[in-house]
């Protein structure tokens, strides 16, 4: 078994189709064929189903997926250790954030990051406060940066940034007060579960002896964007970042509500026993020397 093969099979399993995953490796469909036909003949075991001219994962394929991407975020470690001896001339860090992070917060940061070491590179993926826990947690990011806080005794977590929440609908607020009845009054519209804004929106209704469960959701929503964009035709009320709906205030497309929530934390997150870089040193102390000035 050869980590070309591992990093075929992988490229092939995330798309389940073999043209697919070859290209985005940039082989030929002949070989990335051949690769995984070397697993399963090595190993007497079926990795794929052949449906008609599709193909699907098998149980064996689904469990084997988990255990070759932790062998190349093992061996993605190993090599940004041997990195390392070059003293930041070269390397890639790679670093997981949610979503509002991601696309608001953090660009301005990583930009200004590379201009100080243009040699690093940085591979940032984009998922939820629980999914991007979770890849702190095997190895495939080594820094997180989150809205929200997560239950992990494994992951070391600080706080790093914040923004704030704002309450907001496509028409103006009138001089109601929105308080616990007028909240439970609203039609909704939320984020998922496991997104640091929903966590930290159940938080602060809690505060307000409100159970989330109780609300009238109209939707329930994958992106602040698509969250953002339902609100902005009138489907109901949200509650997002102040980053995320800044533009359409100043617009005239969104509305606040007199209605404060506080500021919300965004924590940095790294596993308290693998190997921290010096890229990721480096990274996390300039985003704190940033932050504050």
Known sequence: MTLEQLRIFIAVAEREHMTAGAKALNVTQSAASAAIAALEERHDVRLFHRVGRGIALTEAGRLFLTEA?????????????????????????RVVASQTIAAYWLPPLLADFRRHYPALSIALAIRNTEQAAAQVHTGEAEIGIIEGQVDDPTLTH?????????????????????????????RWIMREDGSGTRSTLDRHLRRLGIASDSLDVALVLPSNESVRTAVEAGAGIAALSSLVVAP?????????????????????????????????????AFITASTRQ
């Open 69 to 93: 991407r932790a062998v190349l975020a093992r061996t993605a470690a190993a090599e940004n250790v041997l990195d390392d001896l070059g003293a930041l001339r070269r390397g890639t860090l």
């Open 158 to 186: 600080w706080p790093i940034g914040e923004d704030r929440l704002l309450l907001v609908q496509a028409d103006p607020f009138d001089d109601t007060p929105v308080d616990a009845t007028w909240l439970q009054r609203a």
């Open 248 to 284: 359409c205030i100043r617009a005239g497309t969104l509305h606040a509500a007199p209605l404060s929530f506080g500021p919300r934390a965004f924590f940095g997150l790294r596993h308290k026993e693998r190997y921290r870089s010096m890229a990721a040193q480096a990274l996390l």
